[in-house]
């Protein structure tokens, strides 16, 4: 988007809808890290 792109009301709360489910992802992902990735105290 422009710096001068202006977004409707129906739009940011589209914006904020999405990035509301990016940061549950994330958050699900990093807690996921540790279950996927070996431990390299074992050796």
């Known amino acids: ?3 001068d792109t202006v977004l409707t009301g129906k ?3 589209a ?3 999405r ?3 990016l940061e549950e ?6 807690k996921a890290i540790p279950i996927f ?3 390299s105290d074992k050796d």
Do not use: S
């Open 37 to 39: 990735t070996p431990h």
């Open 1 to 3: 988007m422009d710096d």
């Open 11 to 13: 739009q940011i709360k």
């Open 25 to 30: 992802e994330n958050l699900i992902l990093k």
């Open 19 to 21: 990035n509301a489910e």
């Open 15 to 17: 914006l904020q809808r």
